[in-house]
């Protein structure tokens, strides 16, 4: 056998592997909504129909699939749909690195319950999630200095590593366009060095400032808007897009070892400046 055969057969067999240690398992799933008439079926339906997604990637994945409970999701007469919408923004973001191939819904049933109206949705999908385990090495302290910004607030991240690592900070906008949905904040051309090892407060020039800002189309009758931040943290560096699509970003950090990156999710409000008549 010569050595470009021998080449050709090892490059096979690892392809083989890794496709195998990634293979897709069949799950179900249930996720329950409970709205109010201020919230339409659909959009209840639909925040039931990520729960459920949800819940399969857990039962395959374990732990590492949960809600970023940092994000204010209250809802009431004023802003159901806008709790409904952060809900359903909130569940799709915790489904980052796993994956449902395919998926079928079973059952999707609304009912009254308790002077509330429920929509559940039961499902079966294809799930993969890549193996492997959360280092403990990785695990890092990361906030923000407010959860709710008016437009032109400085918003700054504060991250502490337990060690060295290096650091990529990215800001999901859902109501932005699909090419720039996710945008990448840290590190810039002004801030370049992103290996740390000590608590850091971004942006670290105190000449810069990360201003908030609405999105170009800002949903219609929202009083507030939900963002989000995200911290991955890598054993190795890493090279980033300056934007991504949602899905985009989601696949990549798919494609990275478990072992040698964390995600850590922070979510915000941003209210929406009322017009008075």
């Known amino acids: 056998m010569n050595s470009r055969v021998f080449i050709n057969c090892c490059t096979m067999i690892?392809?083989?592997?890794?496709?195998?240690?990634?293979?897709?398992?069949?799950?179900e799933g249930n996720g329950v909504y409970y709205f109010g008439p201020e919230t339409s079926e659909s959009?209840?339906?639909?925040?039931?129909?990520?729960?459920a997604k949800l819940d399969a990637l857990r039962k395959v994945g374990g732990e590492r699939f949960s809600q970023d409970e940092t994000m204010m999701c209250s809802e009431n007469d004023k802003t159901a749909d806008a709790a409904s919408q952060c809900l359903v923004n909130k569940l799709t973001w915790s489904q980052v690195g796993g994956d449902i191939q395919s998926m079928s819904i079973v059952?999707?049933?609304?009912?009254?319950?308790?002077?509330?109206?429920?929509?559940?949705?039961?499902?079966?999908?294809?799930?993969?999630?890549?193996?492997?385990s959360n280092n403990p090495a990785l695990d890092s302290d990361v906030s923000l200095n407010q959860s709710v910004y008016r437009p032109g607030e400085d918003l700054t991240v504060q991250v502490k590593p337990q060690q060295s690592v290096y650091l990529t900070v990215f800001n999901w906008i859902p109501y932005e366009k699909n090419t720039q949905q996710v945008n990448k904040?840290?590190?810039n051309n002004g801030e370049t060095n992103n290996h740390i090892s000590h608590k850091l407060i971004?942006?670290?020039?105190?000449?810069?400032?990360?201003?908030?800002?609405?999105?170009?189309?800002?949903?219609?009758?929202?009083?507030?808007?939900d963002e989000y931040v995200m911290?991955?943290?890598?054993?190795?560096?890493?090279?980033?897009?300056?934007?991504?699509?949602?899905?985009?970003?989601?696949?990549?950090?798919?494609?990275?070892?478990?072992d040698q990156v964390r995600l850590f999710k922070r979510g915000f409000e941003i209210v929406v400046p009322q017009q008075t008549h």
């Open 231 to 258: 911290v991955v943290v890598s054993t190795m560096p890493m090279v980033w897009q300056e934007h991504y699509s949602f899905d985009e970003f989601r696949n990549k950090l798919a494609e990275l070892p478990v």
């Open 43 to 51: 959009k209840a339906c639909q925040a039931a129909l990520e729960a």
């Open 14 to 27: 690892l392809l083989l592997l890794s496709i195998n240690s990634a293979s897709a398992t069949d799950e």
């Open 107 to 132: 059952q999707q049933a609304v009912t009254d319950e308790l002077g509330k109206r429920r929509c559940e949705v039961s499902i079966h999908a294809k799930v993969m999630v890549l193996p492997g």
């Open 185 to 187: 904040l840290f590190p």
């Open 202 to 225: 971004l942006p670290y020039r105190s000449f810069d400032h990360w201003q908030v800002a609405l999105p170009e189309s800002v949903p219609m009758n929202r009083k507030v808007l």
